[in-house]
């Protein structure tokens, strides 16, 4: 199932749009080109994660070799990136995320429209919402199982803890973030601070 979250912090169905034309294998580099495409051509963020959200199944079905740039997660930190792609000037993100068991995220939005979809484990996204000011308050949680996505705006807030015994592995793709507006949040103090 994929899944779209705004700053409602509420989750519903992506609705992502199937498109029968993307040929198999569909390499990386495709899914770059694609991703500029859309990006040019889709001003809502929404509408681009709707087309985006299927290539990014359809690349991580052809994809095997992904597994071969797999970080274990860092003992000191419980977390990993890997870049999958980095280019000077090209706005996107392209990466996967390792977490260890039971490692959490703060409290954060991302400040750019992004999909994560799970290769490895669970992961239980917690939402939020902005209130007044800087606090926030808690909406819902899901938990996100291996070859689900979630679709977030840029105004989506939310925490991640990594469910079981194995470490997570996700793929992670972002659009162009915006760090005046990124932000790490304490719900208990009722706080944000940028990046």
């Given at each position: 199932?994929?899944?779209?979250?705004t700053?409602?912090g509420?989750?519903q169905?992506?609705?992502?749009?199937?498109?029968?034309t993307?040929?198999?294998?569909?390499?990386?580099?495709?899914l770059?080109?694609?991703?500029?495409?859309i990006?040019a051509?889709?001003?809502?963020e929404?509408?681009?994660?709707?087309?985006?959200?299927?290539?990014?199944?359809q690349f991580?079905?052809?994809?095997?070799?992904?597994?071969?740039?797999?970080?274990?997660?860092?003992p000191?930190?419980?977390?990993?990136?890997s870049?999958?792609?980095d280019?000077?000037?090209?706005?996107?993100?392209?990466?996967?995320?390792?977490?260890?068991p039971?490692?959490?995220?703060p409290i954060?939005?991302?400040?750019?429209?992004?999909?994560?979809t799970?290769?490895?484990?669970?992961?239980?996204?917690?939402?939020?919402?902005?209130?007044?000011?800087e606090?926030?308050?808690?909406?819902e949680?899901?938990?996100?199982?291996?070859?689900?996505?979630i679709?977030?705006?840029?105004?989506?807030?939310?925490c991640?803890?990594?469910l079981?015994?194995?470490?997570?592995?996700?793929f992670?793709l972002?659009?162009k973030?915006?760090?005046?507006?990124r932000?790490e949040?304490d719900?208990?103090?009722?706080?944000?601070?940028?990046?």
């Amino acid at each position: 199932m994929d899944w779209l979250v705004t700053e409602t912090g509420l989750h519903q169905p992506l609705n992502a749009d199937i498109d029968e034309t993307l040929r198999s294998p569909y390499r990386l580099y495709r899914l770059l080109t694609d991703l500029e495409d859309i990006v040019a051509e889709y001003e809502n963020e929404i509408d681009r994660l709707q087309r985006i959200c299927p290539r990014v199944h359809q690349f991580l079905t052809d994809a095997q070799w992904l597994e071969a740039y797999y970080i274990p997660p860092d003992p000191k930190k419980g977390w990993s990136v890997s870049k999958l792609y980095d280019e000077p000037d090209y706005p996107l993100t392209v990466q996967m995320v390792a977490w260890m068991p039971g490692s959490t995220s703060p409290i954060h939005n991302h400040a750019a429209w992004g999909i994560v979809t799970m290769l490895d484990g669970a992961e239980k996204n917690t939402f939020w919402r902005r209130t007044e000011g800087e606090a926030v308050e808690q909406t819902e949680s899901i938990v996100l199982e291996v070859g689900e996505s979630i679709g977030f705006t840029p105004e989506a807030i939310h925490c991640i803890e990594a469910l079981g015994d194995t470490p997570t592995v996700s793929f992670n793709l972002y659009g162009k973030t915006d760090y005046s507006q990124r932000f790490e949040f304490d719900a208990i103090a009722q706080t944000a601070k940028r990046f």
